[in-house]
């Protein structure tokens, strides 16, 4: 009940765990995963998960995306409780997860040519000029003829970025997916990830999975840290810095660097050895 | 690359290609010469022919032909059979194992069994397919075609298995059809195992045309050097024996390029 009150009081909120559960495992061998879970990331917001491994906050991830579904509490998107994978929730995977076979531009045209219930036009002229558009938005306007393995892992990111946006999800659930990149790639792309996300016109909610506490502080307006083994939420910050600052201004200030050895030292605390 | 080393480096490429050559030609100059004068024991001289007996005995063949039919057209007739049943085969085994593979509940009814009959040699059902058919075309395409159409279905089979988790993910969340799932996700992402499946169902069954054709035909390969052995006619068997493993190879030879060209984003 106690959980439902804490929904009453956000509204407005598109993503909305209500003390969600998850067990693994047979009934002879039960793992709690995630115990009673309740967050909540307003619509056009950026909310970033941040745990140890095996915390559960891909469930959490899994679990909005209707992949996977809570063995108990809540899971709701919009006001509605999630059954199903939808097109309303674009997911990003750790990897970049585009199709070999096809090029670049068939990539990120797929969802909108193949999928149903977009509420995008299919009208092929009309993919082809959104297409080039947000490969254009992620710097791969010449590359739309290039298949994945011609491509460096960072060209792929930004492809599979450009799929997730062209699908206009009002949602996008993403998994670590800056993770397996290089330090300088990954900077970029959480550099392009924050201005796409404010340029657009639509309002779009963003949740986040990292274990990296500056990249979940630089894109994301909320910060939920987690424990492990079960995964509970102990601790949420409301981000305190300005959007717009330059990333150096913002990561050589005194309050960032402070907010961001606090967080690490917590994390810290929470692996055992 | 310097000049010096550009010569090393085509001095090696000749060395590479004319060492195996030169054992070749000795090989044949023993074959010709010291052979035929009866050192091999236990094996008469004759029986072991010459390279200068396979030369006449190919350009008889290729011109006369054997046994009333051209030699074209034991080629022919070998291919045919194949071409038939793998086709047959594959038609059949390529989405039926794609069905399986992707539900798992009509693939626990059914795999166990096909798994069961995969280990046994095409070649032990001839005898039972002779009772069931006779002699004829049909009982010779159907054993190729029992030979392929387990490969090639188990083989998609496994190929559907190992479609990454993830790419189903993404056809589940932006809503693709089971069908466009099946057609654009599934297939292409299984595809580099089904064609491993199809190459070796292709080469077994050519090997497996040739043995049909020992026990019983009046055309082929497998019926050329069986009844030019039965003459002792060595020098034809031989032939007969370089044609398949010819054949053979340029089969193989189509399928990798085909396979080069639909594939050309694997593995790299």
Known sequence: MSGQDMGAQIMGAQIELIGASKTFGSRTAMRLALDQVSLSVKAGQTATVIGPTGCGKTTILNMV?????PTGGRVMVNGRDVTEPGPDRGFMFQRPTLLPWLTVFDNVAFPCRHGHGLGRPYRADQIEAEVMHYLARVGLGDARDLHPHQMSGGMQSRAALARLLMAESEVL?????????????????????????????SLRTVLFITHDVEEALLISDHVFLMSASPGRI??????PFGKNEPYRDLVLSPAFTELKHELIDQLERLVPG | MSASTWLNTAKSTGLQTLAPLSVVAVALLIWQYLIPLGIVPGVKAEYLGT????????????????????????????????VTGFAIAAAIGVPLGIVLGYHQRAGSFLLPIFGFLRPIPALAFIPIVVIWFGIGEFAKVFVIFMTAFLYVLLGSV????SVPADYLRLARNYHLSTFSTLL???????????????????????AVVVASELIAAQVGLGYLIQSASQVYAI?????????????????DLLFLAVERRLLHWVGR
Request: glycine share 8%; charged share 15%.
């Open chain 1, 65 to 69: 995306a209707g992949f996977t579904h």
């Open chain 1, 173 to 201: 659930l993403m998994d670590e997916p800056f993770a397996a990149l290089d330090a300088q790639t990954r900077l970029a792309m959480q550099q392009l990830l924050k201005q796409v996300i404010k340029s657009e016109q």
């Open chain 1, 234 to 239: 102990i601790r949420h910050v409301e981000v």
């Open chain 2, 51 to 82: 390279p200068s007996g396979i030369a006449v005995a190919a350009m008889e063949l290729a011109s006369a032909g054997y046994g009333g039919h051209g030699l074209f057209e034991h080629v022919r007739a070998s291919l045919f059979r194949t």
């Open chain 2, 158 to 161: 496994s190929g559907v298995r």
């Open chain 2, 184 to 206: 654009r996700v599934v297939l292409p992402s299984a595809l580099p195992e089904i064609f491993v499946s199809l190459r070796t169902a292709m080469a077994l069954s050519w």
């Open chain 2, 235 to 251: 020098n034809k068997v031989y032939v007969g024996v370089a044609l398949i493993g010819l054949v053979g190879v340029t089969i």
